[in-house]
């Protein structure tokens, strides 16, 4: 492995768990949501009209939150994809035959199981 593969591969696992981290407050934030908007649910016959406000706008700051976070965090991703889309665009360019030397394996590997499944 070169010096540029294994910097690619360092910043690309670093990547991955700043987009691990982000999915997980997203998912974090979605479930606070849910838990938010159950609690108001069963509040809403008892809340008065200034109770019933404040709570929508609360409601509506944490949606807001929650769309922030996905919106970062489909970004990353996005990112990241174009990330390693360039790198294997770079590997192929620079290492042709091994490129397709790979390609042949996987497809010889992914023919070999689809085949059993349908001895099966």
Same mark, same amino acid.
Request: aromatic share 4%; proline share 0%.
């Given at each position: 492995m070169d010096?540029?593969?294994t910097i690619s591969s360092g910043s690309s696992a670093r990547t991955a768990d700043a987009?691990?981290?982000k999915s997980g407050a997203a998912s974090e934030e979605m479930s606070n949501l849910k838990a938010d908007l159950d609690d108001l649910v069963t509040r809403v016959p008892? =809340?008065?009209d200034v109770d019933l406000n404040a709570? %929508?706008?609360? =409601?509506?700051a944490k949606m807001s939150a929650?769309? %922030?976070s996905a919106i970062?965090?489909?970004g990353q991703a996005k990112e990241k994809f174009n990330q390693g889309v360039d790198a294997t665009e770079g590997m192929v360019k620079d290492k042709p035959f091994q490129a397709i030397g790979v390609a042949a394996g996987v497809g010889l590997v992914l023919g070999l199981v689809l085949a059993r499944r349908g001895m099966r």
């Open positions: 010096t540029s593969s987009i691990k981290g008892f =809340l008065s709570a %929508k706008d609360k =409601l509506v929650a769309k %922030k970062e965090t489909a």
